[in-house]
């Protein structure tokens, strides 16, 4: 079993496209360190260019990791934040580093059954209409003469880097969790179950998908259900 961890067991968190870590900023759970990832291009770091693939992220997402990786952790991504999480924990595995207790991932259809599009080619006009029709993004954020380019220029490019992501089917060797909104047409139930497939058998019977009456930003309507259900799930790795 894992050694009790005082501050609990960190949870490092992914974000959807154009987000940053301040959407974890109010996740707070007995037993657990979230750890929201902040990557370049966005909130403190809108002055950095974003990266537009996916290997380079992932090796800099690995480096920054590594310290952390001798204690035991968790992984939570959500939309191109689980895919991310998943091509990191693919890397760890073919390195020989130590993966997360359990992976949890939401709002993105499994690899195995990815849609590849190509948003990120689009007009802007076009484009923007298809981020809206996400939801939960304000249209006054595209109506901003400063601060239009730079949304325009992140969201291009996290969607680049999901949309031209390299095509792999490794299984990895750790639990896997997804959470799928009822309401969210992206990433439907059915598109979350496939998430058991990236999973060896071993840990295949442990996968479970939680069902939520939400979007596709359940991350922000639903995230202490999403905490609650975390803890409940690995009360006997946080020694809770």
């Given amino acids: 079993m894992p050694p009790h961890h005082p501050f609990g067991m960190r949870m490092f968190c992914l974000p959807h496209a154009g987000g940053g870590a301040s959407m974890f900023r109010n996740w707070s759970?007995?037993?657990?360190?979230?750890?929201?990832?902040?990557?370049?291009?966005?909130?403190?770091?809108?002055?950095e260019d974003p990266f537009q693939q996916m290997q380079p992220l992932v090796d800099i997402l690995i480096a920054e990791l590594q310290p952390y990786l001798h204690e035991p952790y968790l992984i939570y991504g959500h939309s191109m934040g689980a895919l991310v999480a998943y091509h990191v924990c693919l890397q760890l595995q073919q390195r020989g580093l130590p993966l997360p207790e359990h992976l949890w991932v939401s709002g993105c259809a499994a690899p195995l059954h990815f849609r590849q599009e190509a948003w990120h080619l689009l007009s802007d006009q076009d484009f923007i209409g298809r981020i809206l029709s996400l939801g939960g993004t304000p249209p006054e954020v595209f109506e901003e003469p400063l601060l239009r380019p730079l949304v325009l220029k992140l969201l291009r490019a996290d969607f680049q880097l999901v949309e031209t992501a390299p095509a792999v089917t490794g299984k990895l060797g750790c639990p896997i969790g997804a959470v799928a909104g009822i309401q969210d047409p992206h990433a439907t139930p059915a598109d979350m179950q496939h998430w058991q497939d990236c999973t060896t058998e071993d840990f295949a019977e442990d996968f479970e998908l939680l069902t939520v009456q939400g979007d596709h930003f359940l991350v922000r309507t639903h995230s202490q259900h999403l905490l609650q259900h975390m803890r409940a799930r690995l009360k006997g790795v946080l020694s809770l």
């Fill in 29 to 47: 759970a007995p037993g657990l360190q979230v750890w929201g990832v902040q990557l370049p291009g966005r909130e403190n770091r809108i002055m």
